[in-house]
């Protein structure tokens, strides 16, 4: 099993430009989860899905899409990126209880 | 709002010095307690779950506590190998699975 993997692993974007961060699980994982990580301000929660089909708001959602057409796949978008969306994105996937991540997404807005 | 608060921040420990890490936590009713450690560059792993206060996990050098208002993770005779950052997160009843986050302590264990 590869439980969580994430792409890109790194990306450098422009103000303004646009990507998706695509997060696959295959461990069958009904939650699936996108934080950010910044220091200083820990792991916050941005958009979450409770099964395929399904998104809702976490604690920072604006500036952020997601959607889950798939039951193994949960992506982020973000439309116009800005420099105060730099920063290291995780997956995470979960049946009910603890959370597994996965190895992050190092993105640059200049 | 559920929070957690870890202390110290940063911890300096000489190898075999054992320690504990403090998880302090308010939640409206608590479905469980998680333990996660973090190294460089890498996501979260998973440790430990904790759900009720008195209970008491353990692996290898670690061993994670729960009362009712805060958990401690224990660190027995560390080695460098256990350097990284612990982040503690805590899961209210009703939340759909959502966890919150402390912001870690960040442990370095010297030869």
């Known amino acids: 099993n590869a439980g969580v993997t994430q792409t890109p692993k790194f990306r450098v974007l422009k103000t303004g430009q646009s990507m998706t961060l695509l997060c696959a699980q295959d461990?069958?994982?009904?939650?699936m989860y996108w934080y950010r990580q910044d220091p200083g301000m820990g792991l916050r929660l941005i958009h979450y899905?409770?099964?395929?089909?399904?998104?809702a708001k976490g604690e920072v959602p604006d500036g952020y899409n997601v959607s889950r057409l798939k039951k193994q796949n949960f992506l982020l978008g973000l439309e116009s990126a800005a420099p105060s969306q730099t920063s290291v994105y995780f997956c995470?996937?979960?049946?009910?209880?603890?959370?597994?991540f996965g190895p992050g997404t190092r993105l640059t807005v200049t | 709002e559920d929070q957690v608060t870890q202390s110290p921040e940063a911890l300096r420990l000489q190898e075999g010095e054992s320690s504990s890490l403090n998880c302090s936590y308010t939640?409206?009713?608590?479905?469980?307690l998680f333990w996660y450690r973090q190294d460089p560059g890498k996501g979260p792993e998973f440790l430990f779950t904790?759900?009720?206060a008195g209970e008491e996990k353990e692996k290898e050098r670690l061993k994670a506590t729960l009362t009712k208002k805060e958990s401690f993770l224990h660190i027995t005779a560390p080695k460098p190998e256990d350097s990284a950052t612990y982040l503690c997160?805590?899961?209210?009843?009703?939340?759909?699975?959502?966890?919150?986050f402390g912001k870690g302590i960040t442990l370095s264990v010297r030869p």
């Open positions: 995470a996937s979960s049946y009910s209880g603890e959370q597994y």
């Open positions: 461990m069958n994982h009904e939650y």
């Open positions: 899905s409770v099964g395929e089909g399904t998104t």
């Open positions: 939640v409206s009713g608590l479905r469980g």
């Open positions: 904790l759900y009720s």
């Open positions: 997160a805590v899961q209210a009843i009703g939340a759909n699975s959502k966890l919150t």
